[in-house]
């Protein structure tokens, strides 16, 4: 079982910025996709952007140009660098790690952490 850790998660106003980290326990986390996904009250989880084990990044279209994510391999951590925030970001974030093993899907979230960007 892979424990995920976020932090960096606040209150701040539209065009500021914040930084969430996620740490994982698994020595393995290098081969892991790791993503970050959020959440707002009554809508379902969407992705915000996730990264390949060789580092490759994918961005929702909504945050393209605003959100960096990055991974640390020696640290086991993901990061989601959010600049120019808008309102409509406030959700809580996820992160996720994935990998393949044998043909099965390894799937893990964190506990999630909340953003909260104020007009």
């Known amino acids: 079982q892979v424990q995920l850790v976020e932090s960096g998660g606040g209150l701040v106003q539209a065009g500021g910025s914040l930084r969430l980290s996620c740490a994982a326990s698994?020595?393995?986390?290098?081969?892991?996709?790791m993503g970050w996904y959020r959440q707002a009250p009554g809508q379902q989880r969407n992705l915000v952007a996730e990264?390949?084990?060789?580092?490759?990044?994918t961005y929702a279209d909504s945050v393209k140009g605003r959100f960096t994510i990055s991974r640390d391999n020696a640290k086991n951590t993901v990061y989601l660098q959010m600049n120019s925030l808008k309102p409509e970001d406030t959700a809580v974030y996820y992160c996720?790690?994935?990998?393949?093993?044998?043909?099965?899907?390894?799937?893990?979230w964190g506990q999630g952490t909340q953003v909260t960007v104020s007009s």
């Open positions: 996720n790690a994935v990998r393949w093993a044998s043909a099965r899907k390894y799937n893990y």
């Open positions: 698994d020595n393995i986390f290098s081969i892991y996709v």
């Open positions: 990264i390949t084990s060789g580092g490759t990044p």
